[in-house]
T-cell receptor
């Protein structure tokens, strides 16, 4: 069964460092998303990506965040200068069309120290 | 902005019981998702609904668009059903991401 894969599963970084979270969506999907879940809280939308550009982004997705699909398979989330409050589980998701089943990766747990 | 409310927040039941988890939202939607999150953190899609009812094995999901309400039912519950069940909606328009509820933490005791 096709799946969304995320790497690494866990990343620890120093405050102020840049991190790149990687995702490989399902190959024929067109819509890609990043979400985050701070420990004990609900999942929150960060950004959606379609046709090689950002489609929508939330208030959380400020200038320190960026996304790329550099090679047609990987989908990355970069956090330029991490803060303690960026510590969370980050989920990548993809779907074939709008309003079809969403497939989620297993998540990357980011810990900023 | 859509507000998604789930009830109950926590539910403990005995194996075999019929389980109902409710979700309501405040603004019209294009789709509603029911998701399952296990303790390890991974999220699995159970259903995507825009109207009516869907069934998969022991799971049934219904949605009432007029009342802005959906329910997830589990028949003949089993300890392996223990997980957090999350309702999430897409409000439509562009490729907006999902707005999530806080989840219902379900424990099925043997």
């Amino acid at each position: 069964e096709p799946e969304v894969t995320q790497t690494p599963s866990h990343q620890v970084t120093q405050m102020g460092q840049e991190v790149i979270l990687r995702c490989v969506p399902i190959s024929n999907h067109l819509y890609f998303y990043w979400y985050r879940q701070i420990l004990g809280q609900k999942v929150e939308f960060l950004v959606s990506f379609y046709n090689n550009e950002i489609s929508e982004k939330s208030e959380i997705f400020d200038d320190q965040f960026s996304v790329e699909r550099p090679d047609g398979s990987n989908f990355t989330l970069k956090i330029r200068s991490t803060k303690l409050e960026d510590s969370a589980m980050y989920f990548c998701a993809s779907s074939g069309q709008l309003d079809t089943e969403a497939f989620f990766g297993q998540g990357t747990r980011l810990t900023v120290v | 902005k859509n507000e998604v409310e789930q009830s109950p927040q926590n539910l403990t039941a005995q194996e075999g019981e019929f389980i109902t988890i409710n979700c309501s939202y405040s603004v019209g939607i294009s789709a509603l998702h029911w998701l399952q999150q296990h303790p390890g953190g991974g999220i699995v899609s159970l259903f995507m609904l825009s109207s009516g009812k869907k069934k998969h094995g022991r799971l049934i999901a219904t949605i009432n668009i007029q009342e802005k309400h959906s329910s997830l039912h589990i028949t003949a519950s089993h300890p392996r059903d223990s997980a957090v069940y999350i309702c999430a909606v897409r409000s439509g328009g562009g490729a907006d991401g999902l707005t999530f509820g806080k989840g219902t933490h379900l424990i099925i005791q043997p």
